[in-house]
């Protein structure tokens, strides 16, 4: 099926809603493009920190390497491309730069990982996990718009300094923040 004919067939679910709640502006208004005429409300999940809250960075030890952390279930779609050329050519190049996914990669996507990996988490060990990575930038290789992520929400929430792409709703979400690019 088409994603014209997905939307099509799934466009009962907003146009015969009473309200419909986006997760982040971005979304809200992606919804009003594929469906003119709604009017989705952008309300944040519950919880959600503040936008604003200052990281703050660790220094980096001289001769130590940065330390980049990807968080969350690694696949195509959320930059497995983009962190594995830039983990090989590290490598390769003899960069003082580590990359570490913490979470695990798609199983069904074959390849060597020039990176190392935590493997599967609960949502409540992110916290934990990300304090004891000692990690000095947080990166979100991400090639679609997510709605929300709530990965950048552990970010946030620890004060740790993040790279996030022009997408989706992680521009709204980290914009004015200090040691984030």
């Not at 990669?105 to 990575?133: A, E, M």
């Amino acid at each position: 099926m088409s994603i014209e004919d997905w939307r099509r067939k799934q466009a009962w679910l907003v146009t015969e809603a009473d309200r419909v709640i986006a997760p982040s502006v971005d979304a809200a208004l992606r919804l009003q493009r594929y469906f003119p005429g709604l009017s989705p409300v952008a309300a944040y999940h519950p919880g959600t920190p503040a936008p604003l809250l200052g990281p703050a960075p660790q220094r980096l030890p001289a001769g130590q390497p940065l330390r980049i952390a990807v968080l969350g279930a690694m696949a195509w779609h959320k930059g497995l491309a983009n962190l594995r050329a830039c983990a090989e050519k590290a490598r390769r190049e003899r960069l003082p730069l580590e990359f570490t996914v913490i979470g695990y990669v798609d199983p069904h996507i074959p390849g060597k990982q020039p990176y190392r990996s935590s493997g599967r988490y609960q949502n409540g060990h992110l916290p934990g996990l990300l304090r004891t990575s000692e990690s000095h930038l947080i990166w979100f290789p991400a090639q679609w718009p997510e709605t929300f992520s709530f990965t950048l929400s552990a970010c946030i929430r620890l004060g740790l300094p993040a790279v996030v792409p022009d997408l989706g709703a992680f521009v709204e979400r980290v914009a004015g923040r200090p040691w984030t690019w």
